[in-house]
């Protein structure tokens, strides 16, 4: 099985708000729905999906272009899980959920605790953490993702075949693709070389 952004949910998703080059998007445009908001909720959660945006573009442009076929106005719901407490997500290293079977996101408290963009390859941020979750929906992503592995060091020792049905896989490329990280690149992450041949493949179409 083949790693391509090409099947990509969350670049299928957004890509349709962006032409040749980025501009604001509202929430219409997005397809995303927002629920359970705090002003300051919806401005932080509307940030992020734009730079969830941002991210699966520029990574579904850095392998293949995506299929926005199934871009669909209000076809998920972000959650901004105000009420929410960390206790509901089932724990403390959660940041957001998946209802895939409701095509439901849900943030929790530590969401809101991360960084809205990274400067280092292999960490995430909120926007990352929304490529993830919208990775995992049913009706965008099909089949849907799965949490096989967490994080840099466990995800590259998945096989091919786990690696891309595995939701944090996604965040690791996208990334990847925004820092411009490389094998021996200083920044502290080696991707694993099946997704290193893919970038540079692409890169050089």
């Known amino acids: 099985m083949q790693f391509t952004f090409a099947l990509f949910a ?9 032409s040749n080059e980025i501009t ?19 401005a932080v959660v509307e940030a992020a999906v734009q730079r969830a945006a941002s991210l699966a573009k520029a990574a ?9 076929s199934i871009f669909e106005d209000g076809k998920v719901t972000y959650n ?8 509901d997500c089932g724990g403390n290293g959660v940041l957001a959920y998946a209802l895939s079977g409701n095509n439901k996101i849900v943030n929790c408290p530590s969401w809101y605790k991360i960084v809205p963009a990274i400067d ?6 909120q926007g990352l953490a929304m490529v993830h979750e919208l990775s995992h929906m049913n009706e965008v992503y099909s089949p849907p993702t799965q949490d096989f592995a967490y994080k840099y060091n466990d995800l590259v020792q998945l096989p091919t075949e786990q690696a891309v049905l595995n939701a944090d896989t996604y965040n690791l490329y996208a990334g990847a693709i925004d820092l411009g990280c490389q094998v021996g690149e200083s ?13 540079m493949n692409n890169n050089s179409k």
């Open 187 to 199: 920044k502290g992450v080696v991707l694993p070389d099946w997704m290193v041949t893919e970038i």
């Open 80 to 87: 901004c899980g105000n009420g929410t407490t960390q206790s």
């Open 24 to 42: 604001p998007m509202s929430r219409r445009e997005t397809g995303i729905k927002l629920e359970s908001c705090t002003t300051s909720q919806q």
């Open 120 to 125: 280092d390859c292999g960490g995430t941020d």
């Open 60 to 68: 579904a442009d850095a392998a293949i272009n995506g299929d926005a």
């Open 10 to 18: 969350a670049a299928a998703l957004l890509t349709p708000v962006y």
